[in-house]
């Protein structure tokens, strides 16, 4: 049995680091070699999901998307095992935007659905969704940052793909839940990396009066001053196209007949230049508001 057991774990480290090696030739742009080690993987273990997920992989840096859905779905297969396992879920993303690249909506929301209900690590019962969607509605970002906090940081990236996709079925109710919830959580994740540096740290400096009808940003916004001079949590709001989620929050807000809440957001964009295109895009929304820009605007990133 020790025998046996110890020849497993060897043939284990052995796939492991043939993983790593094609892992590195891929990121390098030899993608034929990184096939070749992909496949010889799985021709000595078709249950390793993760060799099936890198084929696909380098399919779609081809441009192979149909062959690359084929080999995502191969590692979605009942009996393939990954390793860690969360790399099932960035299976299920990197299905759900090579079937967007297609046109199939339908398998990209199955996809994203999958990330939600096996990728999260917190729960959010549908009571505390309204719950945080009303508060914001009724009292904007401040009173919502300061009541909730969102940090399941694994299912972020779906929460804003179905932003999008309910953005362009002009289904702004829905659209501004999805942007809300993946800006929350990269706000809250935001504020724990500040508090963890400093134990004083407050989000709240700014007072707000208990019940008060105000749609409040003054926090919020200086908030967003503040990681713009903390290079690493303003290299990932960049990397995760905050301002962009932003515009397009405001975008749902106006769709959903409530202007000026919409530009209370679409001035937190204005309020920092380094937005780049967010910010001119802003600017024209806060002169002309016209949802017709957003469908040329999600092509932006």
């Not at 993760?50 to 779905?73: C, S």
């Not at 929460?159 to 800006?183: H, P, T």
């Not at 960049?238 to 807000?253: C, H």
Request: proline share 3%; net charge negative.
């Amino acid at each position: 049995m020790c025998v046996l057991s110890a020849t497993a774990q060897n043939t284990d480290q052995s796939v492991w680091l043939q993983m790593e090696r094609g892992i590195e030739e891929y990121d390098a742009g030899h993608l034929g070699e990184a096939l070749k080690l992909f496949r010889q993987i799985i021709e000595h273990d078709a249950s390793y999901a993760n060799a099936h997920m890198w084929i696909g992989h380098v399919f779609a840096v081809e441009g192979e998307y149909e062959a690359a859905i084929g080999k995502y779905e191969d590692s979605l297969d009942e009996g393939r095992h990954f390793f860690p396992r969360s790399e099932k879920i960035e299976a299920y993303y990197s299905l759900a935007e090579t079937s967007m690249r297609l046109g199939d909506e339908e398998r990209s929301r199955y996809c994203l659905a999958q990330v939600l209900e096996q990728g999260r690590q917190e729960m959010l019962p549908a009571a505390r969704q309204t719950a945080i969607v009303e508060k914001f509605l009724a009292e904007g970002p401040d009173k919502t940052l300061e009541l909730y906090r969102l940090k399941d940081k694994g299912v972020r990236r779906a929460y804003q793909i179905l932003g999008e996709l309910e953005l362009q079925s002009e289904s702004y109710n829905q659209a501004l839940e999805y942007f809300l919830f993946s800006i929350i959580t990269s706000m809250s994740l935001a504020i724990d990396a500040l508090r963890s540096e400093d134990p004083e740290y407050l989000f709240i400096q700014n007072e707000m009066n208990p019940g008060d009808p105000n749609f409040s940003t003054e926090n919020t916004a200086r908030l967003l001053r503040e990681v713009q001079v903390h290079p690493d949590l303003k290299k990932y709001f960049e990397s995760i196209g905050l301002y962009r989620q932003l515009f397009f929050l405001g975008a749902a807000l106006f769709g959903m007949e409530a202007p000026e809440k919409a530009q209370d957001v679409w001035l937190l964009v204005t309020d920092n230049r380094a937005s780049g295109i967010w910010y001119d895009l802003a600017q024209g929304q806060l002169v002309e508001p016209d949802l017709q820009i957003i469908s040329t605007a999600l092509q932006y990133r």
